[in-house]
């Protein structure tokens, strides 16, 4: 999608409809396989993969005490497609022209600043992560439960001192809140007929399963 308002409103609903339950989850994932390049816009399996034990353990656990895990399971793999989706697809300056379209130049301004500044931040961490793991590579360090906590510290103070470094550069440029900015969308022919198509399954997806049947029939 090439405008990031329709863009954004997609992943916000296909979201929410993937979160409600596993209809929704599935409906989200026939959207994501029909308006997306699928495989080809996520990122390197290295950066995803880590997740996916994470979705797994916190399914298992939710099953061991009667939960619905793998119905679990399934709904946060669906988010994380479209989450990777969205991730990859978004440009610098997406969400701040975005922000500012919506909520104008002051508070519209700050907020996509802010949402600017952690989408950098995210791009950095990948960086900074695949630096790690070819320096344990080279040094012949395998990556086990040992060095994730050493690992996240490290790179939970880097991102910190990253954050406090940019915070430091705005002040010395004499910025104090809000800014002005023009944001211009371009639009594709697919991009309108996606964000109502995921508008509707959101609403199905808030309703019973024979409520859905009886719609579509």
């Excluded at 793998?70 to 697809?89: D, N």
């Excluded at 790690?132 to 690992?151: H, W, Y």
């Amino acid at each position: 999608m090439q405008d990031p308002r329709l863009r954004l409103l997609a992943v916000a609903v296909l979201s929410f409809a993937a979160f409600a339950s596993t209809v929704g989850a599935a409906a989200a994932l026939v959207w994501w396989l029909i308006f997306t390049p699928r495989t080809k816009s996520l990122p390197r399996p290295g950066v995803l993969l880590p997740l996916a034990p994470m979705i797994a353990a916190t399914a298992l656990v939710s099953a061991w005490g009667g939960g619905a895990g793998l119905s679990y399971f399934f709904r946060m793999t669906v988010i994380l497609l479209i989450a990777a989706w969205a991730y990859a697809e978004t440009e610098d300056g997406d969400v701040l022209a975005v922000a500012v379209w919506a909520l104008g130049n002051r508070i519209g301004f700050e907020v996509g600043l802010v949402a600017e500044m952690g989408i950098s931040g995210l791009s950095v961490l990948r960086r900074e992560l695949e630096q790690v793991r070819t320096a344990m590579a080279l040094k012949g360090i395998r990556p086990g439960v040992r060095s994730i906590v050493p690992l996240a510290v490290t790179l939970i103070v880097t991102e910190l001192r990253r954050a406090d470094e940019v915070a430091r550069l705005l002040v010395v440029r004499g910025y104090t809140i809000g800014g002005k900015i023009c944001p211009r969308f371009r639009t594709d022919p697919r991009d309108v007929p996606a964000a109502i198509i995921a508008l509707i399954l959101a609403l199905l997806s808030t309703l019973p399963l024979r409520d859905v049947f009886i719609l579509v029939g």
